[in-house]
């Protein structure tokens, strides 16, 4: 929950930088939040999604999400840093989850590796998307990558036996600090440099 | 369906002023009339969509479209209150049916409101994607609010155990009066005024 | 197979020249070769989508890819007559097998017949859609329609007793020459020419 209200208050924020009215800072704080996780449970065939089923994930988007259009001022001053950290830990938690939840459905564990980075990086994408911007995981940052190297570690800690908590926790610490290292040490991913 | 064709032929002419071709004007017809349904049907897990199992639904959807496409001068000189009108009448319908069918797949109440709303706004959203246009309803206008207002007195109407038919022209008639009156008075929702 | 590798590659290429990183050329790799089956199977209800349940459909395509980023300056002088001819062989796989399905889960011949377009120009649209780009089928060229020629041919065919094979390879052949002679003559669509 912690993770949907950081997401849906960076939703928010991406909102009124592009100008929209309420409802579509509602609409980018529930898509951010939860928009990955929607698509994740629309291609494992968990239907309804959680966020459809029971309405409190939404409930906590759009809470998080009025906050910050009520305290934009004070939102937009909050340290980059901090707000970086939430979101690498709110990453870390979406990735953990998203790919237990996909190997629960009986989801291949290297397509469950995937499921996990949409659950992480998926609300990102529709958020961009939404604004009309080619999405940001696909452009620049170890974004992503963390998000696949965190469900990866999940995936190969369950291959080695070790038990579920010990997996979650490793994969989630591995997201974390590439996400945070990544970001310390500017690295991005390597790309076809067209003249 | 007399909504599907209204939507159908506002798609089209978007498409038309957007310069596609005759497929992307049948493309845009579908996507506006029935992709909010079409969402809403993944999301509520009422699948295949409505859309997808019965043909007459695009077949009224396409023959709008086509109908655009052939006869544009003159559908380009619709007056635009009726067409504002057409549309708002529209868009009651589809919120106030979407709301309902939400309901009758125990979707939670507050949950229901939204795949109203989106049901009525979701067609005009997909429409704007494609367009590579960010969405007109997360910009201006009180256009998805209106179908929200409409979809939560549909609710509220149930919870006090009016007869279902009240409920649903209880909420249709909110939804248009308020759709009318915003154009009318030519409301937009608040947004933050950044400088 | 063959085909998922061509559109991947396609994908791969497009990605790179609007200068996404590794990550965003795997995903737009993924996203052409596989968008269009994945969201035929969501609307059909062949839930999980068969890209989702068989991990071998994004291995071929993340392949495919990977090749075309390390290989991009091979890959760049593929004579653009090759390529198109071997993407109009995989539009026209796809685009029968999409209509064989979609009539295989008791969708009515009209739909199926959109469902066969969609597993053929889908993941094209929604490469166009992450490059922020009106989609191309929405606005040039006869692709789609091709692909909606072949679906309809094996709709007529099946409709007419054919046997399933014969009704496949005419409606291949119908979607192959439709999509190869509108190249040669450069035909487009018409469209409504706006001043």
Not at 15 to 43: C, H, K, P, W, Y
Not at 115 to 142: H, K
Request: net charge positive.
């Amino acid at each position: 929950m912690a993770g949907i209200a950081v997401f849906a208050l960076e939703g928010a924020l991406a909102a009124i930088e592009g100008n929209l009215d309420f409802f579509g800072v509602m609409v980018l704080s529930f898509a951010t939040a939860l928009g990955g996780g929607v698509i994740r449970d629309l291609l494992i065939n968990a239907t309804p999604p959680i966020a459809i089923r029971d309405w409190r994930y939404s409930a906590v988007a759009f809470a998080a999400g009025g906050t910050g259009f009520l305290f934009y001022d004070t939102a937009a001053h909050i340290p980059s840093g901090l707000l970086l950290t939430l979101d690498a830990a709110g990453l870390a938690l979406f990735a953990v989850a998203g790919t237990e939840k996909a190997l629960d459905y009986k989801i291949p564990p290297f397509i469950a590796m995937l499921m996990g980075t949409i659950t992480g990086a998926g609300g990102g994408t529709v958020r961009d998307m939404f604004l009309n911007q080619v999405p940001m995981v696909l452009r620049a940052d170890v974004y992503a990558t963390a998000a696949l190297a965190g469900a990866a570690v999940v995936v190969g800690a369950r291959k080695l036996r070790l038990p579920g908590a010990v997996a979650s926790i490793l994969g989630g610490v591995v997201c974390f600090l590439l996400r945070m290292i990544s970001v310390w040490r500017h690295w991005n991913l390597p790309r076809v440099g067209l003249p």
